[in-house]
T-cell receptor
């Protein structure tokens, strides 16, 4: 079993819709969870972090964490074509040096 | 803004060559990392360093070595390049926020082709 699993997609949504990206992780002691966005040909950039169960909102983005189910998700409201990218889920044990990445989900937002 | 600079955007080398990939960060971060990214496999950690002259193996260190002589610079060395090392190489630096959560900042990447 991979340590961090994501559906590779592609996930295609129409402009204005909600895009839902999901991620599961295997290490129960993981404490820190991140979403990175990577445009084609570019490097990953951090867009969201979440550390406790529940929802965290930042503009059009909402990260959701359920540690009991070992599940983290990213919701993008009012999706725009500029949101088209690969979204990487990443997991780190608190204070640890090693961030483990999922393989990423490709998102296409159709105008 | 954090800046992580990788010396080359594209690099073509021949099998058996020794290859140096350079990375410099300007934010005085303690930790630096080398990842490689391959389609379907995501980012895999090769080596990391949490202090000058310190290094730790990541998940796939075979065929690679690293050097960290100065805090701002972290070099990845392919001792004898092979075709299976053709990949996108990403350097990153990180800091821990007030909650001891580590956040990574990536360079623009080096696409290495080994022929």
């Amino acid at each position: 079993q991979k340590e961090v699993e994501q559906n590779s997609g592609p996930l295609s949504v129409p402009e204005g819709a909600i895009a839902s990206l999901n991620c599961t992780y295997s290490d129960r002691v993981s404490q820190s969870f991140f979403w990175y966005r990577q445009y084609s040909g570019k490097s990953p950039e951090l867009i969201m972090s979440i550390y406790s169960n529940g929802d965290k909102e930042d503009g059009r983005f909402t990260a959701q964490l359920n540690k009991a189910s070992q599940y983290v998700s990213l919701l993008i409201r009012d999706s725009q074509p500029s949101d088209s990218a690969t979204y990487l889920c990443a997991v780190n044990m608190n204070g640890g040096f090693k961030t483990i990445f999922g393989a990423g989900t490709r998102l296409f937002v159709k105008a | 803004d954090v800046k992580v600079t990788q010396s080359s955007r594209y690099l073509v080398k021949r099998t058996g060559e020794k290859v140096f990939l350079e990375c410099v960060q300007d934010m005085d971060h303690e930790n630096m990392f080398w990842y490689r990214q391959d389609p379907g496999l995501g980012l895999r950690l090769i080596y990391f360093s949490y202090d000058v002259k310190m290094k730790e193996k990541g998940d796939i260190p075979e065929g690679y070595s690293v050097s960290r002589e100065k805090k701002e610079r972290f070099s990845l060395i392919l001792e004898s390049a092979s075709t299976n090392q053709t990949s996108m190489y990403l350097c990153a630096s990180s800091f821990w926020d007030e909650g001891a959560n580590e956040k990574l900042f990536f360079g623009s990447g080096t696409q290495l082709s080994v022929l």
